[in-house]
């Protein structure tokens, strides 16, 4: 048995002892409640699970499990434990399905298995559930709506999600700004922040600021490149460029150096030729070209002065002539400083001119980072 499917086993026996859902998986994670839905449903059908559903009281029909026929003989609770209330959400039965919707009201821990019902096989349970959301869903904390929305969104792929996601939408792009950006910023699911964005941009909730602030702040890639271009949109540099070129994100800082262009701030690009992002030293490249400047000969002096910034010798492999750059690259493998160093080799292996002998000397140099690259250049 797989990792995911033992923690996926003891979810189930988890719920079953009674603990609350955040306790029984990571709430945060969409998939988890689509597969406690599945788990519940299977365990029960293959007789590894009887979950005790007494407390539906008002349900009549003969034959149902662990169900009475007499209001008598039904236990009644003010309100069911939620667990009890997630495991009859996820019953195999549609009518206890059905029932258990009727307690889900005002219960936010449970909304997002509302959603998960929302797109149910069973026409009754699908339209209860999508009634619950329509009422719950304007009024939900941002904590709440954190966790239920990525939920919906996922589950938009299904024959029958689409209705929820219709509503969702619905609301974020009608409802309180506020929601949207309590989205992107604090729900943890990439994909959700992915459709919080579209929704702030099409509302025009942020300035070029703003935006920027996003792209610096956001680990998804596509967050980071739609609202880096975004904010190099709004043609508001004095703001927006300082918050890029300060990003842990090459892309980002890519971004950044490419609005360096539009602001007429070409100059600026030239310490970026030495960024650790492969793509901001061709944008700083690009936009130093741009200005009417050269970036080789920038490499070049660089390389050959007595302080080599240290990727200044993979820059130098990146545009440079093999013809030309090669010797000064061989002499930078025994450079001083090893990162510069092993930039040399990087250099040399896009050149196409790393020779086997040198590479194989290499393999015992003290810097790791040599090593690595010489072992690269061999296998490449």
Known sequence: MTHE???RKAAVRRLERGLPLYRVMDVTRPKAWADLDEDVRQAVRHGALAPFHGWLTGIHGPGWRGLRDRAADRVREEAPTEARLALALCDPDGRIRQAALS??????EVLPL???RAADWAAPVRARAL???REALPGASARTLAVTAPVILRLDRR???GAAAELLDGLLRGGDPARVKALLSDCRDGPTRRAALSVALDRGLYDGLGLALVAAGDHDPVVQERAASAAVAADEPDATV?????????RVRAAGVTALRGAGRHAEAEPYLYDRSGRTRACARWVLRQGGGDPLL???TACAGPDVPVRAPLGLGECGARSVDVPLLRELTGHRNGRVRASAVAGLRLLDAAEPRRMKALLDDPEPAVVREARRALWS
Request: with cysteine; charged share 15%.
């Open 242 to 250: 300082p918050v890029l070129l300060g990003a842990r994100f090459g």
């Open 298 to 300: 920038v490499y070049r």
């Open 5 to 7: 499917a033992e923690s």
């Open 131 to 133: 009634h619950l959301l």
């Open 103 to 108: 307690c889900a009201a005002g219960r936010p």
């Open 114 to 116: 509302v959603a998960v």
């Open 159 to 161: 024959l029958r999600g």
